[in-house]
Protein backbone atom coordinates (compact mmCIF):
# COMPACT_ATOMS: atom_id res chain seq x y z
CA UNK A 1 0.00 0.00 0.00
CA UNK A 2 1.55 3.30 -1.00
CA UNK A 3 1.02 6.48 1.16
CA UNK A 4 1.66 10.05 -0.45
CA UNK A 5 2.37 13.10 1.54
CA UNK A 6 3.82 16.50 2.21
CA UNK A 7 5.43 17.77 -1.02
CA UNK A 8 3.72 14.53 -3.20
CA UNK A 9 0.47 15.11 -1.91
CA UNK A 10 -1.22 15.22 0.89
CA UNK A 11 -0.87 14.69 4.49
CA UNK A 12 -4.06 14.43 5.81
CA UNK A 13 -7.78 12.55 4.98
CA UNK A 14 -10.42 13.91 2.43
CA UNK A 15 -13.33 14.42 4.57
CA UNK A 16 -15.67 12.63 2.12
CA UNK A 17 -18.45 15.35 1.36
CA UNK A 18 -19.05 15.48 -2.06
CA UNK A 19 -22.38 18.05 -1.74
CA UNK A 20 -22.35 21.67 -1.37
CA UNK A 21 -25.19 23.37 0.62
CA UNK A 22 -26.15 26.81 1.14
CA UNK A 23 -26.63 28.72 4.37
CA UNK A 24 -30.26 27.30 4.85
CA UNK A 25 -29.03 23.92 3.95
CA UNK A 26 -30.42 23.22 0.65
CA UNK A 27 -28.36 21.33 -1.74
CA UNK A 28 -27.04 23.86 -4.61
CA UNK A 29 -24.06 23.41 -7.29
CA UNK A 30 -20.80 23.17 -5.96
CA UNK A 31 -18.92 25.18 -9.02
CA UNK A 32 -17.85 28.38 -7.67
CA UNK A 33 -18.91 28.02 -3.92
CA UNK A 34 -15.78 27.81 -2.46
CA UNK A 35 -17.21 24.98 -0.17
CA UNK A 36 -15.65 21.67 0.29
CA UNK A 37 -17.13 19.46 -1.96
CA UNK A 38 -15.92 21.78 -4.49
CA UNK A 39 -12.06 21.17 -3.75
CA UNK A 40 -12.21 17.76 -2.27
CA UNK A 41 -9.09 17.69 -0.80
CA UNK A 42 -7.17 15.34 1.09
CA UNK A 43 -5.97 12.08 1.17
CA UNK A 44 -8.84 10.30 -1.67
CA UNK A 45 -11.11 7.37 -0.64
CA UNK A 46 -10.04 3.76 -1.85
CA UNK A 47 -12.80 1.98 -3.40
CA UNK A 48 -13.74 0.02 -1.84
CA UNK A 49 -12.70 1.26 1.88
CA UNK A 50 -13.14 -1.26 3.52
CA UNK A 51 -11.54 -5.18 3.56
CA UNK A 52 -13.41 -7.41 5.66
CA UNK A 53 -10.97 -10.25 7.49
CA UNK A 54 -13.40 -12.36 9.41
CA UNK A 55 -14.02 -10.15 12.62
CA UNK A 56 -11.89 -8.06 12.08
CA UNK A 57 -11.77 -4.99 9.17
CA UNK A 58 -9.16 -3.46 7.51
CA UNK A 59 -9.48 0.36 6.32
CA UNK A 60 -7.38 0.70 3.03
CA UNK A 61 -7.59 4.30 3.59
CA UNK A 62 -5.62 4.15 6.99
CA UNK A 63 -3.64 1.00 7.03
CA UNK A 64 -5.73 0.23 10.19
CA UNK A 65 -7.56 -2.46 11.46
CA UNK A 66 -11.09 -2.32 13.69
CA UNK A 67 -13.12 -4.71 15.63
CA UNK A 68 -15.89 -5.62 12.65
CA UNK A 69 -18.01 -5.38 16.29
CA UNK A 70 -18.49 -1.51 16.93
CA UNK A 71 -19.36 -2.62 20.73
CA UNK A 72 -17.35 -5.10 21.93
CA UNK A 73 -17.75 -3.93 25.79
CA UNK A 74 -21.81 -4.48 25.15
CA UNK A 75 -22.24 -1.55 27.49
CA UNK A 76 -21.24 2.17 28.48
CA UNK A 77 -17.47 2.25 30.54
CA UNK A 78 -15.69 4.91 32.38
CA UNK A 79 -12.22 5.81 30.78
CA UNK A 80 -10.16 3.81 32.80
CA UNK A 81 -12.10 0.84 32.03
CA UNK A 82 -12.20 1.38 28.92
CA UNK A 83 -8.34 0.99 28.84
CA UNK A 84 -8.28 -1.82 30.94
CA UNK A 85 -10.81 -3.75 28.40
CA UNK A 86 -8.38 -2.93 26.06
CA UNK A 87 -5.75 -4.79 28.13
CA UNK A 88 -7.61 -8.43 28.49
CA UNK A 89 -8.12 -8.30 24.99
CA UNK A 90 -4.50 -8.00 24.30
CA UNK A 91 -3.90 -10.64 27.24
CA UNK A 92 -6.50 -13.22 25.39
CA UNK A 93 -5.43 -12.45 22.34
CA UNK A 94 -8.74 -11.55 21.17
CA UNK A 95 -8.77 -12.48 17.47
CA UNK A 96 -5.60 -13.67 17.49
CA UNK A 97 -3.97 -10.27 17.65
CA UNK A 98 -2.08 -9.40 21.35
CA UNK A 99 -1.69 -5.42 19.92
CA UNK A 100 -5.32 -3.96 20.55
CA UNK A 101 -5.50 -0.42 21.76
CA UNK A 102 -7.86 2.44 22.25
CA UNK A 103 -7.70 4.44 19.23
CA UNK A 104 -6.04 8.55 19.68
CA UNK A 105 -8.72 11.06 18.53
CA UNK A 106 -7.15 11.16 14.89
CA UNK A 107 -7.41 7.32 14.71
CA UNK A 108 -11.23 7.49 16.01
CA UNK A 109 -11.84 10.64 13.93
CA UNK A 110 -10.50 8.73 10.38
CA UNK A 111 -13.67 6.29 10.56
CA UNK A 112 -16.05 9.52 10.11
CA UNK A 113 -18.05 10.55 7.05
CA UNK A 114 -18.66 13.80 6.65
CA UNK A 115 -21.16 13.04 4.15
CA UNK A 116 -23.14 10.82 6.11
CA UNK A 117 -25.15 10.85 9.50
CA UNK A 118 -26.83 8.28 12.01
CA UNK A 119 -24.37 6.63 11.96
CA UNK A 120 -21.44 9.21 10.50
CA UNK A 121 -19.33 6.48 8.88
CA UNK A 122 -18.59 5.76 4.56
CA UNK A 123 -21.49 4.13 3.06
CA UNK A 124 -21.44 0.18 2.78
CA UNK A 125 -19.12 -0.31 6.25
CA UNK A 126 -18.99 -3.68 7.10
CA UNK A 127 -19.26 -3.00 10.89
CA UNK A 128 -22.35 -4.54 13.01
CA UNK A 129 -23.27 -2.85 16.65
CA UNK A 130 -22.51 0.88 15.80
CA UNK A 131 -23.64 2.73 18.16
CA UNK A 132 -25.09 6.75 17.65
CA UNK A 133 -23.41 8.13 20.25
CA UNK A 134 -19.92 8.86 21.81
CA UNK A 135 -16.84 6.72 21.85
CA UNK A 136 -13.53 7.19 23.80
CA UNK A 137 -10.24 7.75 22.51
CA UNK A 138 -7.00 7.14 24.12
CA UNK A 139 -5.95 11.28 24.29
CA UNK A 140 -6.47 13.42 27.26
CA UNK A 141 -8.01 16.72 26.99
CA UNK A 142 -4.79 18.97 27.54
CA UNK A 143 -7.31 22.08 28.85
CA UNK A 144 -8.77 19.37 31.40
CA UNK A 145 -6.49 16.45 32.03
CA UNK A 146 -9.18 14.85 34.12
CA UNK A 147 -11.08 14.56 30.62
CA UNK A 148 -10.68 12.78 27.53
CA UNK A 149 -11.33 12.97 24.09
CA UNK A 150 -14.60 11.24 22.48
CA UNK A 151 -16.13 11.27 19.23
CA UNK A 152 -20.16 11.15 18.27
CA UNK A 153 -20.42 8.76 15.69
CA UNK A 154 -24.53 9.85 14.96
CA UNK A 155 -22.91 13.20 13.78
CA UNK A 156 -19.16 13.19 14.03
CA UNK A 157 -18.68 15.67 16.68
CA UNK A 158 -15.59 15.77 18.68
CA UNK A 159 -15.80 16.94 22.31
CA UNK A 160 -13.99 16.04 25.79
CA UNK A 161 -16.12 14.04 28.75
CA UNK A 162 -14.37 13.56 32.36
CA UNK A 163 -12.69 10.41 32.57
CA UNK A 164 -15.48 9.17 35.48
CA UNK A 165 -18.51 9.29 32.87
CA UNK A 166 -18.98 5.96 30.62
CA UNK A 167 -19.13 5.63 27.41
CA UNK A 168 -18.36 3.37 24.27
CA UNK A 169 -14.89 1.76 23.36
CA UNK A 170 -13.47 0.64 19.70
CA UNK A 171 -10.17 -0.98 19.86
CA UNK A 172 -8.06 -0.78 17.17
CA UNK A 173 -4.37 -2.07 16.29
CA UNK A 174 -1.74 -1.68 13.94
CA UNK A 175 0.40 1.25 12.81
CA UNK A 176 -1.22 2.35 9.12
CA UNK A 177 -0.17 3.60 6.28
CA UNK A 178 1.01 7.04 7.71
CA UNK A 179 -2.82 8.67 6.70
CA UNK A 180 -3.23 9.81 9.99
CA UNK A 181 -0.53 12.06 11.45
CA UNK A 182 0.03 11.71 14.92
CA UNK A 183 -1.53 14.05 17.82
CA UNK A 184 1.17 15.94 19.62
CA UNK A 185 0.55 14.38 23.66
CA UNK A 186 3.63 13.27 24.82
CA UNK A 187 2.43 12.69 28.54
CA UNK A 188 -0.60 10.29 30.38
CA UNK A 189 -2.51 11.00 32.98
CA UNK A 190 -5.10 9.32 35.56
CA UNK A 191 -8.63 9.51 35.58
CA UNK A 192 -8.55 12.41 38.14
CA UNK A 193 -5.75 14.16 35.72
CA UNK A 194 -2.62 13.85 37.78
CA UNK A 195 0.29 13.07 35.31
CA UNK A 196 1.38 9.44 35.44
CA UNK A 197 4.03 7.16 34.40
CA UNK A 198 3.03 6.03 30.72
CA UNK A 199 4.64 2.78 30.71
CA UNK A 200 2.17 0.12 30.06
CA UNK A 201 -0.77 2.85 30.26
CA UNK A 202 -2.47 2.03 26.94
CA UNK A 203 -2.71 5.87 26.71
CA UNK A 204 -2.04 8.06 22.95
CA UNK A 205 0.77 9.85 25.21
CA UNK A 206 2.68 6.36 25.76
CA UNK A 207 2.01 4.80 22.36
CA UNK A 208 2.77 8.14 20.30
CA UNK A 209 0.73 6.35 16.70
CA UNK A 210 1.11 7.97 13.54
CA UNK A 211 3.13 9.96 11.53
CA UNK A 212 5.76 11.46 13.47
CA UNK A 213 6.18 15.50 12.99
CA UNK A 214 8.92 17.09 10.92
CA UNK A 215 11.11 18.89 12.77
CA UNK A 216 10.94 21.87 12.26
CA UNK A 217 7.18 21.28 11.73
CA UNK A 218 6.83 24.78 9.82
CA UNK A 219 8.65 26.89 7.26
CA UNK A 220 8.16 30.68 7.67
CA UNK A 221 7.44 33.04 4.62
CA UNK A 222 6.37 36.92 4.85
CA UNK A 223 2.70 36.29 4.31
CA UNK A 224 2.04 32.63 4.43
CA UNK A 225 3.21 29.41 6.85
CA UNK A 226 4.23 26.01 5.06
CA UNK A 227 3.19 23.10 7.46
CA UNK A 228 5.75 20.12 6.37
CA UNK A 229 3.39 17.49 8.32
CA UNK A 230 0.39 17.87 6.22
CA UNK A 231 2.06 20.30 2.96
CA UNK A 232 -0.51 22.36 3.42
CA UNK A 233 0.49 26.69 3.19
CA UNK A 234 -1.75 28.71 5.95
CA UNK A 235 -1.76 32.16 6.03
CA UNK A 236 0.47 33.74 8.41
CA UNK A 237 -2.11 36.37 9.57
CA UNK A 238 -4.90 33.96 11.04
CA UNK A 239 -7.98 36.54 11.48
CA UNK A 240 -8.74 38.12 8.19
CA UNK A 241 -11.59 39.85 8.42
CA UNK A 242 -10.90 40.81 12.64
CA UNK A 243 -14.24 39.98 14.02
CA UNK A 244 -16.55 36.64 13.55
CA UNK A 245 -18.31 36.54 10.13
CA UNK A 246 -21.14 33.90 9.19
CA UNK A 247 -20.39 31.77 6.71
CA UNK A 248 -21.01 33.08 4.12
CA UNK A 249 -19.41 36.01 5.12
CA UNK A 250 -16.62 33.83 5.49
CA UNK A 251 -16.56 32.37 1.90
CA UNK A 252 -16.72 35.65 0.41
CA UNK A 253 -13.85 37.22 2.50
CA UNK A 254 -11.98 34.14 1.19
CA UNK A 255 -13.06 35.00 -2.49
CA UNK A 256 -12.11 38.98 -2.19
CA UNK A 257 -9.36 37.82 -0.48
CA UNK A 258 -7.73 35.89 -4.02
CA UNK A 259 -9.35 39.26 -5.93
CA UNK A 260 -7.01 41.52 -4.33
CA UNK A 261 -3.88 39.13 -4.57
CA UNK A 262 -4.28 39.28 -8.19
CA UNK A 263 -4.65 34.71 -7.68
CA UNK A 264 -0.81 35.08 -7.96
CA UNK A 265 -0.41 32.76 -5.11
CA UNK A 266 -4.53 31.81 -5.18
CA UNK A 267 -6.16 29.83 -4.76
CA UNK A 268 -6.47 30.46 -1.18
CA UNK A 269 -9.99 28.72 0.41
CA UNK A 270 -11.68 28.41 3.51
CA UNK A 271 -10.11 25.23 4.87
CA UNK A 272 -12.45 21.45 5.37
CA UNK A 273 -12.50 20.56 8.82
CA UNK A 274 -10.04 17.80 8.23
CA UNK A 275 -7.37 20.10 7.21
CA UNK A 276 -8.46 23.06 10.51
CA UNK A 277 -8.33 20.16 12.79
CA UNK A 278 -5.01 18.96 11.37
CA UNK A 279 -3.07 22.25 13.29
CA UNK A 280 -4.35 20.80 16.60
CA UNK A 281 -1.29 19.80 19.15
CA UNK A 282 -2.93 17.46 21.34
CA UNK A 283 -0.37 18.43 24.30
CA UNK A 284 -1.64 22.10 24.31
CA UNK A 285 -4.51 24.70 24.45
CA UNK A 286 -5.37 28.21 24.68
CA UNK A 287 -4.66 27.82 21.65
CA UNK A 288 -4.48 24.05 21.02
CA UNK A 289 -1.09 24.74 18.40
CA UNK A 290 2.17 23.64 18.81
CA UNK A 291 4.74 25.50 20.74
CA UNK A 292 6.38 28.11 19.17
CA UNK A 293 4.02 28.29 16.38
CA UNK A 294 4.25 31.44 13.83
CA UNK A 295 0.78 32.57 13.32
CA UNK A 296 -0.11 35.68 14.44
CA UNK A 297 -3.71 37.42 15.70
CA UNK A 298 -4.90 33.58 16.89
CA UNK A 299 -8.67 33.31 17.58
CA UNK A 300 -10.28 30.80 19.98
CA UNK A 301 -12.65 29.19 17.21
CA UNK A 302 -12.78 29.34 13.19
CA UNK A 303 -15.40 27.89 10.32
CA UNK A 304 -14.65 25.58 7.92
CA UNK A 305 -15.71 24.77 4.51
CA UNK A 306 -17.37 21.30 5.34
CA UNK A 307 -21.52 21.44 5.83
CA UNK A 308 -22.92 19.41 9.07
CA UNK A 309 -24.68 16.35 7.41
CA UNK A 310 -26.75 16.04 10.15
CA UNK A 311 -28.10 19.99 10.21
CA UNK A 312 -26.80 21.50 6.45
CA UNK A 313 -28.13 24.39 7.57
CA UNK A 314 -25.03 23.91 10.33
CA UNK A 315 -21.65 24.31 9.74
CA UNK A 316 -17.92 22.74 10.28
CA UNK A 317 -15.79 24.45 13.25
CA UNK A 318 -12.85 23.98 14.93
CA UNK A 319 -12.65 25.27 18.60
CA UNK A 320 -8.76 26.55 18.69
CA UNK A 321 -8.53 27.10 22.63
CA UNK A 322 -9.80 23.34 23.58
CA UNK A 323 -8.49 21.77 20.00
CA UNK A 324 -12.66 20.87 19.53
CA UNK A 325 -14.39 19.79 16.79
CA UNK A 326 -17.65 21.23 16.67
CA UNK A 327 -20.71 23.12 14.42
CA UNK A 328 -22.20 26.50 13.83
CA UNK A 329 -25.45 27.87 12.47
CA UNK A 330 -23.87 29.48 8.83
CA UNK A 331 -26.32 32.46 9.48
CA UNK A 332 -24.93 33.41 12.78
CA UNK A 333 -21.10 35.71 12.95
CA UNK A 334 -19.91 33.03 15.81
CA UNK A 335 -16.08 32.22 14.16
CA UNK A 336 -13.43 34.03 12.68
CA UNK A 337 -11.48 32.68 9.46
CA UNK A 338 -8.60 31.26 8.93
CA UNK A 339 -7.47 31.04 5.11
CA UNK A 340 -5.38 27.93 3.29
CA UNK A 341 -3.99 26.70 0.12
CA UNK A 342 -2.17 23.87 -1.94
CA UNK A 343 1.21 24.23 -0.63
CA UNK A 344 3.07 23.43 -4.04
CA UNK A 345 3.08 27.03 -5.08
CA UNK A 346 5.42 27.52 -2.46
CA UNK A 347 6.13 30.47 0.30
CA UNK A 348 4.74 34.05 -0.11
Not at 204 to 212: A, F, S, W, Y
Request: glycine content about 12%; charged content about 20%; some cysteine.
Amino acid sequence: MTFLYGKDGPGYLATGQVTCHDTPGHEIPCAGSGQDAEYRRGIPWPQPRYERQGEIVLDQLTGLFWTRDANLGEFPMTWQEALDRVGQMNRARAFGFGDWRLPNRRELRSLVSHQTRKPALPEGYPFVNVFPGWYWSSTTAAISTAHAWYVHLEGARMFYGGKDQSFLLWPVRGTGTGAVPATGQALCYDAAGREIPCHSSGQDGELHIGRPWPQPRFAVGKESVLDRLTGLCWRRDADITRHPVSWDEALTAVAGLNLGAGGEQGPWRLPNINELESLVDCARHSPALPSGHPFEEVQAAYWSATTSAFEPDWAWALYLDQGAVGVGQKWGQHFHVWTVRDGGKGLS
